[in-house]
């Protein structure tokens, strides 16, 4: 699977920034019919059992890297012996494999449920179904990269896997917060694997695959939560709001932080001292940094549904997420800067 065919599935519509007048049914339908022409079976473009795709010890590919992952850029990590960098890294990689494949089952009982409860006719059902079938070939996709790494990783943290059956009830008591949720655990994710494509990282080629599949159909998944939430919520009363506008950092901070850091069980494994623990997590500049980069897009999306306000601004700033928001969808960190 070549980046070149990657970048084939990812279709999106236009009208991706504020004042268009794109229509969103049209738009709905046009990411159903790219579903239906742009899609992948992990099992069939990704070549599994090919000689470049064994997982051998001591690969030096599985390093963390230095100008991506926040472990990775770490000086600590840095210092290590390269046997323990590499057991790290497989390690970190093979979780964030799980906790995709862990969120994208609340994602995709969320949105069946989402679906079952739309009326006769509306454009929408189509497109969420075929959004969960393409969600459930990621977890087949993730499953597998962790089976072939062979490490027992958790996931994401006990407390979210505690009250993930209750997650999907929100797409139909409250949908934008659902959304929201979506969005807060796509982008880290997102966020990391483009920067890793991007930077031309020297990673295994089972990641790599993984990733170029991964980013490709995300594309279609984030902007239809994009499109979704700018044509619903700015029809809401003037209360809904404004409680929508404190729940949407809320809801990014506390998740991005149970996505994109590892769970205890990792500092436990590696003996990573609570110091270096910290300061990869969220408190070092490299760190706290990558927590404002992470959501440009949605600042951009809180502005253009209006509900980036004088009090919720306080509040994206007090959680450390607060940042020039993007000028378009997926614009480069260091563009932004």
């Excluded at 473009?45 to 010890?57: C, K, Q």
């Excluded at 323990?84 to 494999?97: C, D, E, L, P, T």
């Excluded at 920067?195 to 239809?224: K, T």
Aim: hydrophobic fraction near 40%; charge should be negative.
């Amino acid at each position: 699977m070549t980046s070149t065919h990657a970048r084939a599935i990812a279709y999106e519509p236009p009208a991706d920034k504020a004042g268009t007048e794109a229509d969103y049914d049209q738009i709905v339908e046009d990411l159903s019919a790219a579903s239906v022409h742009c899609n992948f079976d992990p099992y069939v473009h990704i070549a599994w059992d090919a000689p470049e795709m064994a997982i051998v010890p001591n690969d030096e590919r599985w390093v963390l890297d230095p100008e991506v992952d926040p472990v990775g850029k770490h000086s600590w990590y840095k210092a290590q012996p390269i046997e323990k960098q590499i057991a790290m890294g497989m390690w970190r990689q093979s979780n964030v494999a799980k906790v995709g494949l862990q969120f994208e089952s609340i994602l995709i009982r969320g949105l069946l449920q989402y679906a079952s409860k739309l009326k006769n006719g509306d454009k929408r059902f189509r497109y969420v179904t075929h959004e969960s079938k393409e969600e459930c070939n990621h977890t087949l996709m993730f499953q597998e990269m962790v089976n072939r790494i062979g490490i027992d990783v958790p996931g994401m943290p006990r407390w979210l896997r505690i009250i993930d059956p209750l997650i999907p009830l929100f797409s139909t008591l409250t949908p934008s917060v659902f959304f929201f949720g979506v969005l807060a655990g796509e982008e880290p994710i997102d966020h990391l694997q483009k920067d890793f494509l991007r930077a031309g990282a020297n990673v295994h080629p089972v990641m790599a695959a993984v990733m170029e599949l991964h980013v490709a159909e995300e594309a279609r998944h984030i902007s239809f939560a994009h499109h979704h939430l700018r044509e619903t919520i700015p029809s809401r009363t003037k209360p809904t709001k404004f409680a929508l506008s404190l729940a949407m950092p809320l809801a990014m901070r506390i998740l991005c932080g149970a996505i994109a850091k590892p769970p205890s069980d990792f500092p436990k494994e590696f003996d990573i001292p609570q110091d270096v623990w910290k300061e990869m997590f969220w408190e070092s500049e490299d760190s706290s940094r990558f927590l404002v980069d992470v959501f440009g897009d949605v600042r951009m999306l809180a502005e253009q549904c209006d509900l980036m306000n004088p009090v919720s601004r306080r509040l994206w700033k007090s959680l450390g997420i607060y940042g020039r928001s993007s000028r378009y969808r997926s614009e480069p960190a260091y563009d932004a800067h």
